[in-house]
């Protein structure tokens, strides 16, 4: 007979007296062993060992951090993790974290406010992080934002939000994808490219649309008024509806996100243009659905889960006491050349279609 749920005898978790009773030795060997201390003999390690296996003796990690005076927790405050590349680095983040021995405690906020994220972080202080991940930052108005000095810091992003000198800096290099994308539209032959940009309070937006300008300047072409959305398909249709608006047309537009120019190319095509004919169209990002678009996106590609693997690995040997061999590093980005771009149909008059 099956025991249902309501009437099944609860499993007394096992102890570690369990364990040493099972091992015939003391709780303060079967500690030692636990917490991998010195001065224990190998056969009564091994002994204890296989005690635990028996029983299936799962230690208290509350316990031990009392003995050990380690959590082995890594705290992450995460920004629009519903989007492909901070879901795509969050899952980089857990799997390190894992293989090295540590859990992850996370906080998600879509708030950009220095107050609410200084809230997440003391929040993840309280539960006795060792270190702190600061994932897709944001630009904030005021004061460093606090952490202790005994908790290691990695930001994954394009610049430091805390006081601390030593405060780890890995990011994907997106001020050059924004020259790249640039560069690109402006070799074609358009005499400007316009820009579609992500959040204002977004680092991310900031970088690429640096790049974006800097480049213009540089060839001397005008710098056309920016419009901005929110990093959804939906955002980029509005945007680029937009855009349409504007005196002169675009031949050509850099897009701050592969999703935003899906839905850039979609209301181009409302508005009976196409792709690249028309309007070249360059993204950022190169999400997996990028290349097998009816018209395959020519992007920026960036490897976010190469920038959290690196990050982290640098964060565990920080919290670990040892010190990383350089802060800041940039992981270079990629051109993905596709179907989205092309010359201007007719130079002379690109910039009066």
């Keep these: ?8 005898r609860a499993r007394r978790a096992v102890s570690m007296a369990d364990v040493a009773a099972h091992a015939q030795v003391s709780q303060k060997t079967v500690s030692r062993v636990v917490n991998g201390e010195p001065h224990v003999r190998e056969e009564v390690r091994l002994r204890v060992g296989a005690a635990i296996r028996d029983l299936d003796y799962r230690p208290n990690a509350a316990a031990r951090s009392l003995v050990t005076r380690r959590t082995r927790r890594i705290g992450v405050v995460a ?4 989007l492909y590349g901070p879901r795509s680095a969050l899952t980089a983040l857990e799997s390190v974290a894992r293989a090295d021995g540590y859990s992850l405690s996370i906080r998600r906020t879509e708030d950009t406010g220095r107050d609410r994220i200084q809230s997440a972080i003391d929040s993840l202080l309280g539960e006795g992080i060792e270190g702190l991940v600061l994932s897709e930052p944001m630009q904030l108005e005021g004061p460093p934002l606090r952490v202790r000095s005994d908790v290691a810091v990695l930001t994954l992003g394009g610049v430091q939000l805390t006081g601390q000198e030593d405060e780890i800096l890995v990011g994907a290099d997106e001020h050059s994808g924004g020259r790249l994308a640039t ?3 402006i ?17 991310s937006s900031r970088l690429r649309r640096e790049g974006w300008e800097e480049v213009l300047v540089e060839h001397g072409a005008a710098v056309p008024p920016i419009e901005t959305g929110d990093w959804s398909p939906r955002s980029g249709h509005a945007a680029m509806t937009r855009l349409l608006e504007q005196s002169p047309a675009p031949t050509a537009v850099f897009v ?40 395959p996106l020519t992007t920026i590609r960036q490897e976010f889960s190469r920038s959290a693997l690196q990050g982290m690995n640098q964060l565990i040997h920080a919290i670990d006491g040892e010190t990383p061999e350089e802060l800041h590093h940039r992981v270079p980005v990629s051109f993905a050349h596709r179907a989205t771009t092309a010359p201007p149909l007719d130079p002379r008059t690109s910039t009066a279609r």
């Excluded at 099956?2 to 099944?8: C, E, F, L, N």
Aim: no cysteine; glycine share 12%; aromatic share 4%.
């Design 79 to 82: 920004l629009g993790t519903s």
């Design 187 to 203: 070799g074609l032959g358009h005499r400007t490219v316009h820009h579609l940009a992500g959040p204002a309070a977004w680092v």
């Design 1 to 8: 007979m099956t025991v249902g749920p309501a009437t099944r």
């Design 183 to 185: 560069e690109h539209l």
């Design 256 to 295: 701050a996100n592969d999703q935003m120019a899906i839905g850039a190319i979609s209301a181009l095509a409302a508005h009976g243009l196409s792709t690249p004919e028309d309007v070249s169209v360059v993204g950022f990002d190169d999400i997996d659905v990028s290349e097998f678009q009816p018209t």
